[in-house]
T-cell receptor, first 110, second 118 residues
Framework: QKEVEQDPGPLSVPEGAIVSLNCTYS??????FMWYRQYSRKGPELLMY????GNKEDGRFTAQVDKSSKYISLFIRDSQPSDSATYLC??????????FGRGTSLIVHP | GAVVSQHPSWVICKSGTSVKIECRSL??????MFWYRQFPKQSLMLMAT?????????EQGVEKDKFLINHASLTLSTLTVTSAHPEDSSFYIC??????????????FGSGTRLTVV
């Protein structure tokens, strides 16, 4: 069993929809949780960073971490075609060695 | 802030030659850098972790003699693919741990290098 599970999609939504992306994990030692956006043939870009459990909001993006369920989510409000990309979750414990999900491909169509 | 500059962005080389990829942290000191390989529509595969001034730690199955990593300074890490073969063709990405004041803020990535071996 992989440490981090993430549905690869693709997830196709209409413009303006609320997008929900999520990851589950098995390592209870993970303390740091991140979401990255990766466009084709580019390096990943950090979108959200959360330490331990809780919610964090930044513009149209909201990250949620539920450590009791080992479940993290990224919500995108008012999705735009420019949001079409692959979204990767990442997490690490105190050794700061990252573990990535396989990424979810998101397509926002006009 | 916290930008990692990666060069070249793409390279084509002949089979049997070596290729060097550079990653520089532009506005911070990167004590730890990670090197990844990514195949189309696949996730990031960690190849090795390098710490400034010490030998890199390679993941299982990664040939350390083939993928030479040097992290000689706090702002520069290099990956050299030696005696490249077509199966080494891939997208290589470096990443640095962001942290200051004793706190951790995630990882920042280079823009990636697309290597094609012909």
């Amino acid at each position: 069993q992989k440490e981090v599970e993430q549905d690869p999609g693709p997830l196709s939504v209409p413009e303006g929809a609320i997008v929900s992306l999520n990851c589950t994990y098995s390592n209870s030692a993970f303390q740091y949780f991140m979401w990255y956006r990766q466009y084709s043939r580019k390096g990943p870009e950090l979108l959200m960073y959360t330490y331990s459990s809780g919610n964090k909001e930044d513009g149209r993006f909201t990250a949620q971490v539920d450590k009791s369920s080992k479940y993290i989510s990224l919500f995108i409000r008012d999705s735009q075609p420019s949001d079409s990309a692959t979204y990767l979750c990442a997490m690490s414990d105190e050794d700061y060695i990252p573990t990535f999900g396989r990424g979810t491909s998101l397509i926002v169509h006009p | 802030g916290a930008v990692v500059s990666q060069h070249p962005s793409w390279v084509i080389c002949k089979s049997g030659t070596s290729v060097k990829i550079e990653c520089r942290s532009l506005d911070f000191q990167a004590t730890t850098m990670f090197w990844y390989r990514q195949f189309p529509k696949q996730s990031l595969m960690l190849m090795a972790t390098s710490n400034e001034g010490s030998k890199a730690t390679y993941e299982q199955g990664v040939e350390k003699d083939k993928f030479l990593i040097n992290h000689a300074s706090l702002t520069l890490s290099t990956l050299t693919v030696t005696s490249a073969h077509p199966e080494d063709s891939s997208f290589y990405i470096c990443s640095a741990r962001m942290g200051w004041g004793g706190r951790f803020y995630g990882y920042t990535f280079g823009s990636g290098t697309r290597l094609t071996v012909v």
